[in-house]
């Protein structure tokens, strides 16, 4: 447990993913809040109840979560507070924490469609199987309230929030004016770029989201917080925001750079492009893999620098 301020006190559990463990932060004030809720596992559980012990509270002492996003690592343990008057995030959280058929139906099928159009081949499809695995991580919920750009956190309205949305489309980041402090969900990391990751649209038949370039547009957007200090999801908090930001914009358009030099001598799919960009990593790790790929087509196509042609219903990218 690490006391960040008097006010301010960030909790760890431990998750069975690769990123390892993940924060969550208790806030006082008008009302005891928790800002997201770690990972549906007994282990966490424990975990949390022990380092909120330390504190002097109790798990019913806990009046309502804040979330940052909706992936399983942030809203694990929702179900599990038998006090809280509320929980409030992006309203895109809804459908995650409600999961009808219908939405988780539409979710496979755009997945399906996508990966088809980007040339996916049949023995990666096997990844489809494995596209539910997550959601038992997640308890069923629904939202309280939504959280919009501007709003102040209820019974913290020195905390603003901010729609950071990149890594996911319901992520927010909570900015304290006063002394410069955000808490950064997955949005800003010190030891790992945020891996904005592939979405079905909001509406259905909409527009697919490109969340690279949502990722960098509020990147840009951080750059003018004078952000003193960002208590993150997970690693290590840190400082010099705005250096690790312009770093992640190098590394990102040199990551672009090589693709499109991939580009030059003949059209790719989406997925040849990630075969060749991630040779050891697609088959164990095919969505984020893919995810990133993709993200950088999407770069490139935006600054104008590739060709896209739809051939025999498969996309293809070339260099101009």
């Known amino acids: 447990m690490i006391h960040t301020t008097d006010t301010i006190h960030q909790l760890t559990v431990p998750t069975p993913f690769g990123v390892g463990d993940v924060h969550m932060y208790v806030l006082k004030g008008e009302t005891l809040t928790l800002v997201d809720a770690g990972i549906k596992t007994e282990e966490a559980w424990k975990v949390f109840v022990h380092g909120l012990q330390e504190l002097g509270y109790t798990p019913e002492d806990v009046e309502q979560v804040m979330l940052t996003h909706h992936h399983p690592d942030h809203i694990g343990l929702l179900d599990r507070f ?10 895109d959280n809804r459908r995650w924490l409600e999961r009808d058929e219908a939405f988780l139906n539409r979710y496979h099928s755009f997945f399906y469609d996508l990966y088809s159009k980007f040339g996916v081949s049949e023995e ?6 494995h596209l539910r695995d997550p959601l038992k991580y997640v308890p069923f919920g629904t939202l309280t309230g939504s959280l919009v750009e501007g709003d102040g956190l209820p019974g913290h309205e020195d905390w603003e929030v901010l729609e950071t949305p990149g890594h996911a489309e319901s992520h927010l980041s909570f900015y304290r004016k ?7 969900g997955d949005h800003l990391l010190y030891h790992i770029s945020s891996n904005p990751l592939l979405e079905p649209p909001r509406k259905p038949g909409g527009e697919r989201p490109k969340p690279l370039l949502s990722y960098r547009q509020t990147m840009e957007k951080c750059l003018h917080y004078p952000i003193s200090e960002v208590l993150p999801g997970h690693g290590p908090i840190f400082t010099g925001v705005h250096d690790i930001i312009h770093t992640r914009f190098e590394k990102q358009e040199q990551r672009a750079e090589k693709v499109y030099d991939m580009l030059v001598d003949k059209p790719l799919s989406p997925f040849e492009v990630c075969q060749k960009l991630f040779p ?7 969505g984020l893999t893919m995810s990133e790929t993709v993200g950088q087509l999407d770069y490139l196509e935006a600054t104008h620098r590739v060709h896209v042609e739809l051939q025999n219903g498969v996309v293809y990218y070339q260099a101009i």
């Open 124 to 129: 990666y499809k096997s990844f489809f199987k």
């Open 280 to 286: 050891k990593h697609i088959k164990k790790e095919f």
């Open 82 to 91: 038998s006090n809280l008057k509320g929980i409030y995030g992006h309203e």
């Open 178 to 184: 006063q002394d410069g402090k955000m808490i950064s």
